[in-house]
Structure formats: structure tokens, C-alpha cells
């Protein structure tokens, strides 16, 4: 068997195009701004939904834990999808190999 070698490289938009490169660049910035909202919320959520009195109810607890996991869907989608949107279109697409 013949050693196929590597794929046909095929260059991407953002390496052609500068305002595309500029989109997308907007496009990582936007969705790590969400991760820091989500981020944010999550903290100011934890002391204003926590349970007041003396005497924690359900009602409170509930809303708090709803709080919370809202906050943190937010910030983890953010930023995974920042993370996975930045490696695809702006990350260098050479391949490197040490001799």
C-alpha cells in the first residue's frame, strides 16, 4: 500500500479576505462577551437570589439554582463556542513539524 499522504490543503475565507478575518474576529469577541456576562451573572445571582431571613424558603433556593445555571450554561457556552469559532477561522493554519 502507497502512503496517500497528507489532504489537499484548502485555504479558508478568513485567510483571503481581511474584512472576513475582521468578522470573524468580532464574531470571537462577541461570544466571549457572553462568557463574561454569564460569568458576571452567575456571581451577582449567587448574593442577590440567596436565601434571605432567617429561614431559607424553596421559592428562594429554587430561584437562586435557576439563577446560578443559567449563568453558568451562559458563560461555559460562550466560551466554548468563542474557543471552538476562534481555533477554525483564526488560528494559523500551517502545519508544523519538527525534524
Known amino acids: 500500500f502507497e502512503n496517500p499522504g497528507l489532504p489537499q490543503h ?14 470573524a474576529e468580532r464574531q470571537v469577541a462577541l461570544w466571549f462577551l457572553l462568557s463574561m456576562i454569564g460569568t458576571i451573572w452567575f456571581i451577582v445571582s449567587f448574593f442577590l437570589f440567596g436565601p434571605k431571613g432567617e429561614e431559607p424558603t424553596h421559592a428562594g433556593l429554587r430561584l ?36
Open 10 to 23: 484548502n485555504p479558508r475565507i478568513t485567510d483571503a479576505e481581511p474584512l472576513a478575518e475582521k468578522a
Open 64 to 99: 437562586q439554582t435557576l439563577m446560578l445555571g443559567l449563568g453558568s450554561a451562559a458563560a461555559l457556552f460562550g466560551l466554548g463556542i468563542g474557543i471552538v469559532h476562534w481555533a477554525r477561522t483564526l488560528l494559523p493554519d500551517a502545519e508544523v513539524v519538527e525534524d
